[in-house]
């Protein structure tokens, strides 16, 4: 079983970046894929980005292409999500999430952080 504890949210500006940071232990971290999931006031939970267990493979939803990288360090057993140019719609609770290896377009994640806030001002 793995537990993800995430880090790095905050307040910034609109235009401004934030790199949130996952931590997981308690389990063999290559065999999953890993994801971030973002959740508004009033709005279901959504996803954000998917990387596969190598880094091979990335997925990203259309809202934030171009914008946010993921990327992870099996070593280290981290996941991590650089968000630049951040609009006051990013604003969320984000969650790591973890999931074992299959399509990054399968959904369905077993594994849950208790989320970070992410909140950008205009």
């Known amino acids: 079983q793995v537990q993800l504890v995430e880090s790095g949210g905050g307040l910034v500006q609109a235009g401004g970046s934030l790199r949130l940071s996952c931590a997981a232990s308690?389990?063999?971290?290559?065999?999953?894929?890993m994801g971030w999931f973002r959740q508004a006031p009033g709005k279901e939970r959504e996803f954000v980005a998917a990387?596969?267990?190598?880094?091979?493979?990335?997925n990203y939803a259309d809202s934030v292409k171009g914008r946010f990288t993921i990327s992870r360090d099996n070593a280290k057993m981290m996941v991590y999500l650089q968000m630049n140019s951040l609009k006051p719609e990013d604003t969320a609770v984000y969650y790591c999430?973890?999931?074992?290896?299959?399509?990054?377009?399968?959904?369905?994640?077993?594994?849950w952080g208790q989320g970070t806030q992410v909140t950008v001002s205009s």
């Open positions: 990387i596969s267990w190598s880094s091979i493979s990335t």
């Open positions: 308690g389990g063999t971290f290559t065999l999953y894929d």
């Open positions: 999430a973890a999931k074992g290896r299959s399509s990054l377009y399968f959904l369905v994640y077993s594994y």
